[in-house]
């Protein structure tokens, strides 16, 4: 992946925060919100686009685009820097092939183990009853 190409086609617009914060937050923009088009990159082929897609299918705008936003530092480039990584770390984590899972049958103590825990939690049950007369 090309973080400098990625950073390139990020668009970054700054606005001002939201919540408390005195005089300081109605005057400055720090809060950071980051827009990238998953439709137009060229950082990635087709296949990892479909994967991708795939991935971010709850978080893509109807123009296939993702818009992350971050305003927990007072510091715009903070912000910045900290919205960048999370894009990072959200394609990473979208472009991860998962393990091919192997089929595996239930070990023979497993299996005994089971019927022995099932054999004892039957006898406690009907030693609970009655007795009969």
Avoid at 39 to 57: C, G, N, P, S, V
Avoid at 79 to 94: A, C, D, H, M
């Amino acid at each position: 992946m090309n973080k400098d190409l990625l950073y390139t086609e990020c668009n970054f617009k700054a606005v001002r925060s939201s919540g408390p914060g005195g005089q300081h937050v109605n005057k400055t923009s720090t809060k950071v919100i980051l827009s990238w088009s998953l439709e137009l990159t060229t950082a990635f082929d087709e296949i990892q686009k479909e994967r991708l897609e795939k991935y971010l299918a709850t978080k893509l705008t109807k123009d296939r685009m993702i818009v992350l936003s971050y305003d927990q530092s007072r510091s715009q480039h903070k912000n910045k820097e900290t919205v960048f990584t999370n894009l990072i770390k959200l394609l990473e984590k979208g472009l991860r092939v998962p393990k091919h899972r192997k089929k595996t049958k239930p070990t023979f103590a497993s299996k005994r183990k089971r019927l022995d825990s099932k054999k004892r939690t039957s006898e406690k049950k009907n030693n609970r009853r009655p007795p009969k007369l």
